[in-house]
């Protein structure tokens, strides 16, 4: 990867899809491993993808170039647990100093943020979500099969330390495992000055723990039970994705409802994702997707084919996706395949 590049990106090819939709967002899963196996995103027994078989680092960063030379301005790196990829720093360094990349964020389960928070930090991360579902020691183990939550705690201290523009924690709820949980994680994150996100399970991969249909918990629900405790201001701010944004009063942090069953998030859709393997997938819940790595792996020293790979994807991105907690599972790829 480049040591320095500060010239400015050339102005090329805008990416705009068949429904006018202007693309701004890419994110990009780096592994599809994890040091955690959360029950609604892995099966227990989970095959990972041969470490051959991923994007090398150089790779990862000549697809992210090319995006941000065609008008990306925001990337988000995730997995999988991102933070466990081997060298993964060196890929946040190097975007970091993308000229055109104004957004560089990560999503991560906080388990490595002890190690790699101030670093992050100076090689340029704006904002990081941390997941966290519990805020019980006992709940978080059996809820992610193997983790320890005082290791998360312990990241989201260090993140805070490090001073990001914004952090927020991630939240799946699920009926009856954590749902009574809303306030209590939503007062932990206010206390920290921190943003929270409600995810609505989605139906990704066969898992064998429980019944999604079961346990679904609407965004709807969770509003509701934080509005037995806050005023909640609905705010229009948008990040062009699927999440709807509350103040709460007389508070900074704002909780956010990521809700791909009950409310539909693509009509302005801005964002394509890059698996760790190197496929260019147009929408999270649909397959339609374009292999980039043969591209990139064919053509060594020329991004032309590359570039017009990803212009050409463009036209495949379909106009919504399909999820339907009914009729599992949707798409047999798991989250962490796909990068969440
Ligand atoms: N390992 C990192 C983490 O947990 O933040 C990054 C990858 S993880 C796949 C990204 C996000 O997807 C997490 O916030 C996780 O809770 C969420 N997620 C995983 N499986 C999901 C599913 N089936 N439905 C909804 N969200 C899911
Ligand atoms: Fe790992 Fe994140 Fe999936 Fe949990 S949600 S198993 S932390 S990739």
Known sequence: MPETNNKPAPETHRLTDRFNRQITYLRISVTDRCDLRCVYCMSEDM????????????ELYRVAKSFVEMGVNKIRITGGEPLTRRGIMQLFQALGRLPGLNDLTLTTNGT???????????????????????????????????????????GIDAALEAGFKRLKINTVILKDRNHDEVV??????????????????????????????????????????????????????????????????????????I????????????????????????????????DLRRVVRANPL???????????????????????????????????????
């Open 47 to 58: 095959k990972f993808v041969p470490r051959s078989q991923l994007l090398t680092l150089e």
């Open 112 to 154: 490595q943020l002890t190690r790699y928070a101030q670093a992050l930090k100076t090689a340029g991360v704006t904002r990081i979500n941390i997941s966290l579902d519990t805020l019980q020691a006992d709940r978080f183990h059996e809820m992610t099969r193997v983790g320890d939550i005082q290791r998360t705690l312990n």
């Open 184 to 257: 209590d994680l939503v007062r932990f994150a206010e206390a920290r000055g921190m943003d929270i996100s409600f995810i609505e399970e989605m139906p990704l991969g066969v898992i064998s723990d429980h019944d999604r249909q079961q346990v679904f918990y609407s965004s709807d629900q969770v509003l509701q039970d934080i509005q037995q405790y806050y005023e909640t201001i609905p705010t229009t701010e948008t990040t062009g994705g699927p999440a709807r944004y509350y103040r709460l009063n007389g508070s900074q942090s704002r909780v956010g409802f």
């Open 259 to 290: 809700s791909p069953h009950s409310h539909n998030f693509c009509e302005h859709c801005n964002r394509v994702r890059l698996t760790a393997e190197g496929r260019l997938l147009l929408c999270l819940g649909q397959e339609h997707s374009m």
């Open 302 to 340: 020329d991004e032309a084919p590359l570039r017009q790979a990803i212009i050409d994807a463009m036209e495949i991105k379909p106009k919504g996706h399909e999820f339907d907690l009914s009729s599992q599972p949707v798409l047999f790829r798991h989250m962490n395949v796909t990068g969440g």
